[in-house]
């Protein structure tokens, strides 16, 4: 038996969700890191909304400057 390609429905699903986890965690930054932890398990698990909640708040996780905390 051969199955049909039927995981191209999903990938467009998962395409649609994945700009939504691409955000990109600043190395070294620790909570940048939990949250990149955090999205790789709910994405992991199928949480989807637990994974998108964890890369906005990559998102807005601010970088444009130091401090010294
Ligand atoms: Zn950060």
Do not use: F, Q
């Not at 390609?5 to 939990?34: M, N």
């Not at 994974?51 to 996780?61: D, F």
């Amino acid at each position: 038996m051969t199955t049909p390609p039927r995981y191209s429905e999903d990938l467009v699903e998962l395409d649609v969700d994945g700009w939504l986890l691409e955000e990109t965690p600043v190395p070294g930054c620790a909570p940048c890191g939990t949250c990149a932890v955090k999205r790789d398990e709910a994405a992991k698990a199928g949480d989807w909304k637990a994974a998108c909640a964890a890369a906005r708040g990559i998102r807005n996780h601010r970088h444009g400057h130091r401090e010294s905390v």
